[in-house]
């Protein structure tokens, strides 16, 4: 039941959540890996001995090199920090190699299929279980538990997000279901208890902010929740025949969701050649620049509040990975220290 659940809440991820999410591939990346953990147990117990000892194996491998880092990536990249490519391949070259040695302890320990046990005779120490399950438990919680709980401890400081909370919470309980599971004899089922307490967790808090946030599509996504960009007075179409001026009340009105200058072109009644000319001559400033400059002020502060990736499509933008680019310059900063500089100012300005 928890596996088939971890799989609907990736396809309900997938479907209507990407938006909303960051770091969707981590989440992707872990769900699978944690759905291979759940169900590759219940072919262990319909294949040989050697066969199912494999896949035991196989499992510790993906879920500790793949699913473990993925999770910790995810939970940073909810509380939107930024994550430098080398500091991502390394995690996971990282986490690999332990999990080799913890397949390689654990296979010395009860089956030899992959080592000898001339190799055994080499080690200096006794490779036995309790040693695998020391590491395993070390592993836990250096990858995931602390830093999750030290992240937790940093954003109750900050305006509360139920999707972050929700992420940071579930890496924990999956942490620690999965220590407990190893201590506790016949305690896997401990395992599936916090895949499903985690898949409902995750579930409702991205249900709760589609359904807050209006996410249902996005030709319905409207801008009544978003903040007012900057001073721009309406312009009733009827009345001014200003075609800058048009185009400049409809951006104000609509630059969440304004898909290209032809659909500001319409609105005033002009070509999109005329209008970009007319544009620049009374501006010396081009529609998308004028555009994008509205987005990133509204996104301001948006981001006091919300993650980079909601901010980001709440404003417009379809990719999150081009507004932080777009959004450094302008301001010099990334999202994520603006964040961080926003969050120090209104602390220090609380004292």
């Known amino acids: 039941m928890s596996a088939q659940l971890m799989l609907l809440v990736l396809l309900y991820f997938y479907v ?21 953990y759940l169900v590759a147990l219940q072919l262990q117990y319909y294949t040989d001995f050697e066969t199912g000892t494999y896949i035991l194996l196989s499992r510790i491998l993906v879920l500790f090199g793949i699913g473990v880092p993925s999770l910790l990536l995810l939970v940073l990249s909810q509380v939107k920090r930024d994550i430098s490519l080398n500091f991502k391949i ?43 399950l020391f590491t395993h438990s070390l592993y836990l919680v250096g990858a995931l538990l602390v830093p999750s709980a030290y992240i937790l401890y940093l954003e109750h400081k900050k305006p509360k997000s139920l999707i972050t909370t929700a992420f940071i919470l579930g890496a924990i309980v999956v942490a620690l279901s999965q220590i407990a599971s190893h201590h506790i004899a016949n305690g896997f089922w401990l395992n599936y208890v916090g895949a499903i307490f985690v898949a409902l967790c995750w579930f409702l808090a991205v249900f709760h902010h589609l359904k807050q946030n209006q996410y249902v599509s996005p030709t319905e996504h409207t801008s009544q929740h978003l903040p007012q960009a900057p001073e721009l007075p309406y312009v009733d179409k009827t ?113």
């Open 16 to 36: 209507f959540a990407r938006k909303v999410l960051s770091g969707f591939c981590f989440h992707v990346a872990f769900l699978l890996s944690f759905v291979y």
């Open 90 to 132: 390394a995690l996971y070259l990282v986490a690999v190699l332990i999990s080799t040695v913890i397949v390689f302890i654990k296979d010395m320990a009860n089956h030899n299929f992959l080592f000898s046990t001339d190799v055994q005779k080499a080690i200096p120490f006794v490779v036995d279980n309790s040693l695998g």
């Open 239 to 351: 009345v001014s025949k200003d075609t800058v001026s048009l185009a400049k009340a409809y951006i104000h009105q609509h630059y969440s969701h304004i898909k290209d200058i032809n659909e500001i072109a319409r609105n005033c009644n002009v070509s999109r050649s005329n209008l970009m000319k007319k544009f620049k001559e009374d501006t010396n400033q081009t529609v998308n620049h004028y555009l994008t400059a509205i987005r990133i002020n509204a996104s301001k502060q948006l981001l006091k509040s919300q993650s980079v990736t909601v901010t980001a499509f709440e404003v417009g933008f379809n990719n999150s990975n081009y507004f932080s680019t777009v959004f450094k310059k302008f301001t010099g900063q990334s999202p994520g220290q603006f964040q961080e500089s926003t969050t120090l100012s209104q602390q220090k300005s609380n004292l």
